[in-house]
C-alpha cells in the first residue's frame, strides 16, 4: 500500500520564493554575525594558535580544566543559578498565584513588579550601587542599629546581593508568563473540584500545578538563559575582576579575550554553550514526557 505523500499547497509553492527573498537579510544577518562567527570559535579552540595553527586536540580544554581560575568561574555560575533560578521560579509563582485573585491594589502592584523590565541595566546597577554601597543606604541602615559596616561586594554577602539584583529585575517577566498559563486553565476544572469537595490545597497541587506544568519548563529555561547573561550587571557592579565569589564565566572569557587567548577563549565558549544545550534538551526532553503522560 503506498503512503499518501504530502504536498505543499499550491499558494505556499507559489509564494515560496518571494518568501525566502524576505527571509534572506535575516538568514544573512544571522549567518555573517551568529553562525560563522560560532563555527570558527569551534575550530579555533581545537588549534594551538590563531593564525596557521595547525590540530591541537583536546588540549586547550584539558588545559581549562587545569586552570583554578576557570574552575571557580564556572563553579560561581553554576552556583549562582542553582541558587537564584528555583527562588526566582518559588516567587514568581507564588506572586502570580496572589495577582490572579482578587484583591486591592493589584494593577499597581502588577505595575510595580514588571517595572523593572522597562528599566535599562546601567540605572538598575546604579541603584543597587547606592544600596549597597560602604556609604549607602543599607550601611547606614546598619550603622543606625549600631552594627558594623559590611563591604558587600568584596565579601562572601557578594553572591546573595548578585541573586537579590537577578531576583529583582527578572521576577515581573516570570509573573507575566506564569499569570498567562494561570489564565489558561479553564474555570471549570475548578467548579468541578470544588463540587466533589476538594480545598483550596487539593486544587492548587491537582488542578493548578498540573495544568501549568508546560509554562514551568518555559519559564526555569528562560530562567536558565537569563542567569548566563548576568555578566552585564556584574561587570558594571563590581568591574573585570570581582570579589572571588562572583567571578563568573563571562570575566573569564572577557579577561581572555582582553589578553587576546583566543583558544582559551573560544574553547570557554564552547563548553559553556554545551552545558547550555545539555539543560536545555533535559528540559526538553522532560516535558516531551510529561506531555505524553499527560495524554
Given at each position: 500500500m503506498n503512503k499518501p505523500r504530502f504536498r505543499f499547497p499550491g499558494r505556499l509553492k507559489k509564494d515560496g520564493p518571494a518568501a525566502l527573498l524576505f527571509l534572506a537579510p535575516s538568514l544573512l544577518g544571522f549567518s555573517l554575525f551568529y553562525a560563522i562567527p560560532f563555527a570558527m570559535g569551534i575550530y579555533y579552540s581545537f588549534t594551538d594558535k590563531l593564525q596557521g595553527g595547525s590540530f591541537a586536540g583536546l588540549a586547550n580544554y584539558w588545559d581549562l580544566l587545569y586552570r583554578s581560575s576557570f574552575r571557580q568561574a564556572a563553579a560561581n555560575t553554576l552556583l549562582f543559578t542553582g541558587i537564584s533560578v528555583p527562588i526566582l521560579i518559588v516567587l514568581?509563582?507564588?506572586?502570580?498565584?496572589?495577582?490572579?485573585?482578587?484583591?486591592?491594589?493589584?494593577?499597581?502592584?502588577?505595575?510595580?513588579?514588571?517595572?523593572?523590565?522597562?528599566?535599562?541595566?546601567a540605572s538598575i546597577v546604579m541603584v543597587w550601587q547606592i544600596f549597597v554601597d560602604w556609604n549607602g543606604t543599607l550601611n547606614s541602615w546598619l550603622h543606625f542599629m549600631g552594627l558594623p559596616r559590611i563591604d558587600w561586594m568584596n565579601s562572601n554577602w557578594s553572591m546573595a546581593v548578585l541573586v537579590l539584583m537577578y531576583i529583582w529585575k527578572n521576577i515581573g517577566y516570570n509573573m507575566i508568563?506564569?499569570?498567562?498559563?494561570?489564565?489558561?486553565?479553564?474555570?471549570?476544572?475548578?467548579?468541578?473540584?470544588?463540587?466533589?469537595?476538594?480545598?483550596?490545597?487539593?486544587?492548587?497541587?491537582?488542578?493548578?500545578?498540573?495544568?501549568?506544568?508546560?509554562t514551568m519548563f518555559f519559564?526555569?529555561?528562560?530562567?536558565?538563559?537569563?542567569?548566563?547573561?548576568?555578566?552585564?550587571?556584574?561587570?558594571?557592579?563590581?568591574?573585570?575582576?570581582?570579589?572571588?565569589?562572583i567571578y563568573m564565566m563571562q570575566h573569564y572569557?572577557?579577561?581572555?579575550?582582553?589578553?587576546?587567548?583566543?583558544?582559551?577563549?573560544?574553547?570557554?565558549?564552547?563548553?559553556?554553550?554545551?552545558?547550555?544545550?545539555?539543560?536545555?534538551?533535559?528540559?526538553?526532553?522532560?516535558?516531551?514526557?510529561f506531555q505524553q503522560n499527560l495524554e
Open positions: 514568581s509563582l507564588a506572586l502570580a498565584l496572589m495577582l490572579n485573585q482578587r484583591m486591592w491594589l493589584r494593577n499597581g502592584l502588577q505595575t510595580a513588579v514588571v517595572l523593572p523590565l522597562v528599566v535599562p541595566v508568563l506564569f499569570l498567562a498559563g494561570l489564565q489558561s486553565i479553564p474555570q471549570s476544572y475548578y467548579e468541578t473540584a470544588r463540587i466533589e469537595g476538594a480545598g483550596g490545597i487539593r486544587q492548587l497541587f491537582g488542578i493548578t500545578l498540573v495544568y501549568l506544568i508546560p519559564v526555569i529555561l528562560i530562567s536558565i538563559i537569563n542567569s548566563f547573561k548576568v555578566f552585564r550587571e556584574t561587570y558594571m557592579l563590581a568591574g573585570n575582576y570581582p570579589y572571588d565569589r572569557m572577557n579577561n581572555m579575550f582582553v589578553s587576546l587567548d583566543i583558544q582559551k577563549l573560544t574553547a570557554a565558549a564552547t563548553l559553556m554553550v554545551g552545558c547550555i544545550i545539555a539543560l536545555v534538551s533535559g528540559l526538553l526532553s522532560a516535558e516531551r514526557r
